[in-house]
């Protein structure tokens, strides 16, 4: 599926500081039933978000109008657990493009890779600047420079971050990996043939 | 010249790439994927609009597990959702020519239970399912992690996906274990040790006598939750209990192809002096009986020991409190005693025989205590008929149990099958995250010996006293 190309993000952000956000948070299992890739957005962060009867939960970061953009700033070890990429989505559905944190679970980043969030790993000092920094002014921006890898608070620090060079070009042009393995469809055939399984 | 001394990671990964990409990830050629109803509707669906075909059909394999009801599975589906996406598996498989054991059918079961048990896992592979617990094949020496969604149309449309080469970490355990020690004590004890991230960024080796001296369920316990502390995956090499395990399965290799393919076995083992990025060491004899009391798998500890002060876990104070404030439980408290509502034998971490085996050595000539609810869900079709064959079921209903049908049922509680808002479970599954077995769901790892003690005693309880 296509999505939006990534070069340059400036944003307010959602500061979420709390340690190892699980995908069974970012979206409970009982929402993983549909079919097709819609409005995953609506239960992001459901149990967090809501009271059992739907009421918005006052407490919950998403649901404060101080606290908004496209840039979600977690704490250490974001996206462990399952596999659901459904987590990824409900993140992009739900308007964001970039998660920042001091350490990603390994198949939350890939998944966000694929669909179009950029994870960016920060150092744990640099991440308790943003997090101070948003709580001194909600409006705090950061600006994600892709090209340049590098993560500002505007008007402050920054930092550069990593990202393979494959996929930095991917995010920049919105190509997925699909799309490149079909152009090595010759090679794979030829290496299935020696495979003993 | 020398070689350089290789892992047996090394081994499996490098004779599967196709094509390294200079700063970048390695295609990586897929031997066996498994699908399930959830996390593949959606990738058939981009196959659909990019008008692509799938490249080998006979390399996939469909199986009905996450959503499955476990009780009346011969009556339609009531849930108009979860029916619906068991016939988008059905019809996805038929479309394209992939083999489905769906609901009824007697091979059906828990993807990660069912392929090893057919004979459709094998030592060397690559294999690759839209599902975390996918490590359990691991146990068989193969290369086996969960995939998401995007990746499960690469492998469709392509039968590779891109994947950046993790680091290796060797994980030693030696020494022998104590009575009433599992191999989720095990697990519970490693992850307790390294933490829920310890291992992101690698793929663990498990090397070392006790997994030497383990039955395949017990490694496969073992592998599956490789992914509890983060890690990639989890492996061990094969040996002559895994060729034993596998020897005459359905799918295995039959004649000389047997042959050939023991002879290619034999060799993935990792070599003296192989290097790996991080290693640790541990002493069978300092592994209790465990039990979780946190919302992450890595908050567990020895059944006898205390709740850890917030200072003596490190890291987050806030994220501690939070994490203990969801369970209700404090600092410095005792796990044995607390008052269990739920237990769940079940799951692809203890669904399989050797599971329910050891559940019925402890209840065998006791009452099921009266407050708890008990639900018994074995990991496949296979394995309940083995309870039934082995008198496993008489054992249980004696002692006043229900034995219920295949799936993954209250692991993740996407069927019926969910805990009620504020209850204890002990739960031989892997995850005890925030809400994960149902809304304000409490829940507590630990081994299926540790769960049926719960059960009969209606407590936090010590197998050991009981065995």
Not at chain 2, 3 to 30: C, M, N, Q, Y
Not at chain 2, 396 to 411: N, W
Request: glycine share 10%; hydrophobic share 40%; net charge negative.
């Amino acid at each position: 599926m296509a999505y939006d190309k990534f070069t340059i993000l400036k944003s307010t952000a959602v500061p979420m500081p709390i340690e190892n956000v699980d995908t069974d948070q970012i979206i409970p299992a009982r929402f993983l039933k549909a079919t097709e890739r819609k409005g995953f957005g609506d239960n992001l962060f459901r149990d967090w978000r809501y009271e059992g009867d739907g009421t918005p939960k006052k407490d919950f970061v998403l649901n404060n109008p101080i606290y908004s953009g496209k840039i979600l700033v977690g704490g250490k070890n974001f996206g462990s657990g399952s596999s659901r990429e459904h987590a990824a989505w409900a993140i992009y559905d739900y308007g964001f493009r970039c998660v920042v944190s001091s350490f990603f679970a390994d198949i939350f980043k890939n998944n966000s890779l694929n669909i179009g969030i950029l994870p960016v790993q920060v150092s744990e000092s640099f991440l308790d600047q943003i997090f101070k920094a948003i709580e001194a002014n909600p409006k705090t921006e950061l600006e994600v420079n892709l090209a340049d890898q590098k993560i500002s608070i505007v008007g402050g620090a920054s930092e550069s971050f990593e990202i393979n060079g494959y996929k930095k070009h991917n995010m920049m042009n919105g190509f997925d990996d699909i799309d490149f393995l079909q152009s090595l469809k010759g090679d794979i055939q030829s290496f299935a043939t020696k495979s003993i399984y | 010249m020398s070689k350089t001394p290789a892992a047996l990671f090394d081994k499996v990964w490098d004779s599967h790439v196709v094509r390294h990409i200079e700063d970048g990830p390695d295609v990586l050629f897929i031997d066996r994927h498994f699908i399930h109803e959830v996390t593949s509707p959606v990738a058939f669906l981009g196959l659909e609009s990019r008008g692509l075909k799938v490249m080998f059909p006979e390399k996939t394999f469909a199986t009905a597990d996450h959503n499955t009801p476990t009780i009346n599975q011969h009556l339609p589906v009531q849930d108009p959702l979860s029916a619906n996406q068991l016939k988008a598996l059905e019809t996805n498989s038929a479309k394209y020519g992939i083999s489905h054991w769906g609901l009824g059918n007697p091979k059906n079961g828990i993807v990660h239970v069912v392929g090893p048990e057919n004979g459709i896992t094998l030592p060397g592979m690559t294999i690759v399912c839209g599902d975390s617990h996918t490590s359990t094949h691991g146990a068989f020496g193969a290369i086996a992690f969960g995939i998401g969604t995007s990746e499960v149309e690469m492998v469709l449309s392509s039968q590779c996906i891109m994947q950046p080469r993790p680091k290796k970490m060797r994980i030693k355990v030696n020494g022998k274990l104590g009575k009433g020690i599992v191999p989720k004590d095990v697990v519970l004890y490693i992850i307790s040790k390294l933490t829920a991230a310890g291992a992101t960024g690698y793929f663990v080796e498990f090397a070392g006598d006790v997994f030497e001296n383990m039955s395949m369920e017990g490694r496969m316990t073992v592998c599956n939750m490789s992914i509890e502390m983060g890690a990639r995956g989890g492996m061990i090499a094969p040996d002559e209990t895994t060729f034993n395990y596998i020897k005459g399965r359905e799918k295995a290799p039959k004649g000389e192809a047997w042959d050939k393919a023991l002879a290619y076995w034999k060799t993935l083992k990792t070599e003296e002096g192989a290097f790996f990025d991080k290693e640790y060491d541990f002493a069978a004899s300092d592994i209790e009986p465990m039990i979780t009391y946190g919302t992450n798998p890595g908050l567990g500890i020895g059944i006898t020991k205390k709740i850890p002060t917030a200072a003596e876990i490190g890291g987050s104070k806030a994220s501690y409190e939070k994490s203990l404030g969801y369970m209700d439980f404090h600092e410095q408290e005792s796990m044995l005693g607390k008052k269990v509502d739920y237990v769940f034998i079940g799951s692809c971490t203890n669904g399989r025989i050797e599971d329910f085996r050891a559940f019925a050595s402890v209840i065998k000539g006791r009452k099921k205590a009266d407050h708890v609810t008990a639900w018994i869900v074995p990991g496949s079709h296979i394995v309940e008929q083995q309870i039934r064959e082995e008198g496993i079921l008489d054992i249980l209903l004696d002692a006043g149990f229900q034995l219920r049908q295949p799936g993954c049922s209250a692991c993740l509680a996407m069927n019926d099958d969910k805990i009620p808002a504020g209850k204890y479970a002990v739960s031989t599954s892997n995850r005890n995250f925030e809400g994960r077995q149902g809304p304000g769901a409490r829940t507590m790892l630990a081994s299926p010996l540790v769960a049926a003690a719960a059960a009969v005693t209606g407590f936090v309880t010590d197998p050991r006293e009981l065995i």
